[in-house]
């Protein structure tokens, strides 16, 4: 799957070091969504995985994802839950947090203009809650692929400045 391109997700306050060929995006200004946007329409043309810089990969990462992403290669595909959800993997469920999440060449565009026009004030930093809203008004299938391929990190979140403690069951 050397098809695939990876973007890592930054505000460029922590170290990480991803052993896999990536393209790291800055949110210099802290704006989540619309980083998350502008980076959703950058990808359009391709088939990628969006990674946030808080995380620890599972061993072999880009053969375990590729394996998943072949079998599932037309959906969109999130690696990560909530601490307090474990279930197996389903279809069309909440994408509690968007850590890790795979997208399929040409769905890019849409979701941003879709996010675009749904959002709301009360998303405020939660982009992940407006993507998963953006889903589900559009029908697009998403798939929680289970057990996760990543685990978080303790500590600050990347977006919120909040620490969290977002340990999973992990593969």
Not at 41 to 68: P, T, Y
Not at 72 to 80: G, K, L
Request: net charge negative; glycine share 4%; proline share 4%.
């Amino acid at each position: 799957m050397n098809d695939i391109k990876f973007y890592v997700r930054t505000t460029g306050d922590r170290k990480f070091n991803y052993d896999i060929p990536h393209e790291v995006i800055l949110d210099t200004e802290r704006k989540p969504i619309d980083s998350f946007i502008n980076l959703l329409e950058k990808i359009d043309g391709e088939q990628a995985v969006i990674l946030e810089d808080d995380l620890v990969l599972c061993d072999n990462f880009v053969d375990e994802i590729s394996k998943v992403i072949e079998k599932y290669p037309n959906d969109i595909i999130n690696f990560f839950t909530r601490p307090d959800r474990y279930f197996t993997t389903s279809y069309n469920n909440v994408f509690s947090y968007n850590q890790c999440t795979y997208y399929p060449k040409g769905i890019g565009k849409y979701l941003a203009d879709k996010m675009r026009e749904i959002r709301k004030p009360y998303h405020r930093k939660m982009y992940g809650m407006l993507l998963n809203e953006a889903l589900n008004e559009s029908g697009i299938r998403h798939l929680n692929y289970r057990p996760c391929l990543v685990q978080h990190v303790d500590g600050l979140s990347l977006l919120t400045g909040i620490v969290y403690n977002r340990q999973t069951i992990y593969f």
